[in-house]
């Protein structure tokens, strides 16, 4: 989904962590970037529930280069069944044909 205002998740988790006392420097500047390009172009970007995570991990003094693992970890629920599904569904090795592809849910 695309929130056009805000992302009800990252206000959440801004929320979270203002009353954690976790919110600062990175939070902020997270919050400046967001400004300041409403103020150079016009326009508002809402800022996904990937940007407070990101700013957290480094308030927390996680190391940026851990950042993807953590993005997946939240992820590996889809992966998984996506993946079972393929192993129930599907033979092992095969070539994809558009009109071949049905989407189970």
């Known amino acids: 989904k695309i929130y056009k205002e805000e992302d009800p998740r990252a ?6 962590a203002e009353s954690r006392g976790l919110r600062g420097a990175h939070c902020e500047k997270m919050k400046a970037l967001q ?33 993807k693992a953590i993005f997946a970890f939240g992820r ?18 095969r070539r994809l044909e558009e009109e071949d592809v049905e989407y189970l849910g």
């Not at 206000?11 to 979270?16: E, H, I, Q």
């Not at 400004?35 to 970007?45: D, E, F, M, V």
């Open 11 to 16: 206000t959440a988790l801004f929320a979270k």
């Open 35 to 67: 400004s300041a390009l409403a103020q150079k172009t016009g326009l508002h970007l809402a800022i996904n529930i990937d940007g407070p995570i990101a700013a957290l991990l480094l308030e927390l003094g996680l190391s940026p280069q851990i950042g």
């Open 76 to 93: 590996m629920p889809g992966m998984i069944a996506h993946i079972e599904e393929e192993l129930l569904h599907e033979k092992p090795y």
